[in-house]
């Protein structure tokens, strides 16, 4: 049983394209995460109230986003209001950072033949979270790709982010060279240069690093 849906993502904060999908977000009392990505680009996911509750007092980003930018469309109990008092940040968000950079390295170690639709998209989830965690450090929400930009003071990180259905792979690759450059983390080179102790990795980290490695190793 749903008992709140909420907007989020583009569509709540208002910088949506035309073409950015509609995500909602389901919470209910069951046990299950039940995810529907809709033809018409209407996105469903569910989550259970206690693992939105454990994950957002756990500092979850995905869960900042929930409380900084979440829109109630239903909530006869004030779920929202209860997640979003629940909040509290990780004392470090370097392991996100560590994560999102790895798969940045991995889903470009393959070169341009390799780089399809679902490996780009794997690659912009990397470049935003890199940037999103990096401003989560500083206790700064920041989402839009405009404020990512302003954040990281990359330039030219704006357009990159919101014409990423068509971005090309060099493109994606000088932006990437830069982000691990603004960060000072691990060199760009050395991930690269040894992919598969990087698959290995992020294979170990679970979540969307595993779920990288496996769509790179199986692609």
Excluded at 77 to 83: E, K, Q
Excluded at 94 to 99: F, K, L, N, R, W
Aim: overall charge neutral.
């Amino acid at each position: 049983m749903i008992i709140a849906i909420f907007l989020y993502g583009s569509r709540a904060r208002r910088d949506a394209l035309q073409t950015s999908d509609t995500d909602l977000l389901g919470i209910s009392r069951s046990e299950k995460i039940t995810r529907i990505n809709g033809e018409s680009g209407i996105n469903l996911h569910t989550y259970p109230l206690s693992w939105m509750l454990k994950n957002s007092a756990g500092g979850n980003l995905f869960l900042l986003h929930v409380a900084q930018e979440a829109i109630s469309l239903y909530d006869p109990d004030n779920v929202l209001t209860t997640i979003k008092e629940n909040f509290r940040y990780k004392s470090s968000y370097d392991g996100d950072i560590e994560a999102a950079t790895r798969i940045i390295a991995a889903t470009l170690s393959f070169g341009r033949e390799s780089f399809d639709d679902v490996i780009r998209s794997r690659y912009f989830w990397g470049l935003r979270t890199a940037i999103i965690a990096a401003a989560a450090n500083e206790r700064m929400p920041i989402f839009s790709a405009r404020l990512l930009e302003e954040f990281s003071g990359i330039k030219g990180l704006n357009n990159h982010i919101t014409g990423r259905e068509k971005a090309a792979f060099e493109d994606c690759e000088f932006f990437g060279k830069l982000v691990f450059s603004w960060l000072s983390v691990i060199p760009f080179d050395t991930l690269r240069n040894d992919p598969s102790v990087n698959l290995k990795a992020l294979t170990r980290m679970g979540g969307m690093a595993a779920s990288t490695a496996g769509n790179i190793i199986y692609r």
